[in-house]
């Protein structure tokens, strides 16, 4: 049973425009959720995060929007530039110490020029 | 600059063989580290919780006898891959956070990963 769902495997969006990613989670104990971008053969880097207390948090071109009466969130990129192109994954986890992520499949953007 | 370093990057080895692969937290302490494993166009798998100086957690479905974890010391994990089979070639990943910064906001990190081929 997925407990993260990134239901859009692939994403392709025009360079100057706006990539949004969306990804859905079951667990009602999650309340911190982070995005990471992955290149093929290297570790994830961490994007942007929030805790379940906000519904929005921006840093730059990148923006994550929460609603968690839906347990939804989606990352926001604007506006899209060619070195986006990446997996982005989704992530989340409850408040306990020490505790792992539990991630989605990823979604694959492609920003053309 | 990176703040886990994961190595080998890649690895080659024939079926039967071990395989030992290294994580370290560069310039901070981690009692805590945590082995992701991703087959391609899949999610990453959480394999197993490290912890300094006691045993690790492993989830449901990873053989432990398989995949040994050695957590030795604040800045080292090591996972070893034992008896390598075809089926277990993946891309094996570390993650760990700062044990001086509150793990509830603080992100996990992660190292580059290990690409490993068993023919």
């Known amino acids: 049973d997925q407990q993260v769902k990134q239901n859009s495997p692939s994403l392709s969006v025009q360079e100057g425009r706006i990539s949004i990613l969306n990804c859905d989670y079951t667990n009602s104990m999650f309340d911190y959720f982070l995005w990471y971008k992955k290149y093929p053969a290297e570790g994830p880097t961490f994007l942007i995060s929030i805790s379940s207390i906000k519904d929005k948090n921006e840093d730059g071109r990148f923006t994550v929007f929460l609603n968690k009466s839906a347990k939804h969130l989606s990352l926001h990129i604007v506006p899209s530039q060619p070195g986006d192109s990446a997996v982005y994954f989704c992530a989340a986890r409850g408040y306990s110490g020490n505790t792992p992520l539990v991630f989605g499949k990823g979604t694959r953007l492609s920003v053309i020029a | 600059g990176a703040v886990v370093s994961q190595h080998p990057s890649w690895v080659i080895c024939k079926s039967g063989t071990s395989v030992k692969i290294e994580c370290r937290s560069l310039?901070?302490?981690?009692?805590?580290m945590f082995w992701y494993r991703q087959f391609p166009k899949q999610s990453l798998m959480l394999m197993a919780t490290s912890n300094e100086g006691s045993k690790a957690t492993y989830e449901q479905g990873v053989e432990k006898d398989k995949f040994l974890i050695n957590h030795a010391s604040l800045t080292l994990s090591t996972l070893t891959v034992t008896s390598a089979h075809p089926e277990d070639s993946s891309f094996y990943i570390c993650?760990?956070?700062?044990?001086?910064?509150?793990?509830?906001?603080?992100?996990?990190?992660f190292g580059n990963g290990t690409r490993l081929t068993v023919t």
């Open positions: 310039d901070f302490q981690a009692t805590t």
């Open positions: 993650s760990t956070f700062s044990d001086e910064i509150s793990s509830y906001n603080s992100p996990l990190h």
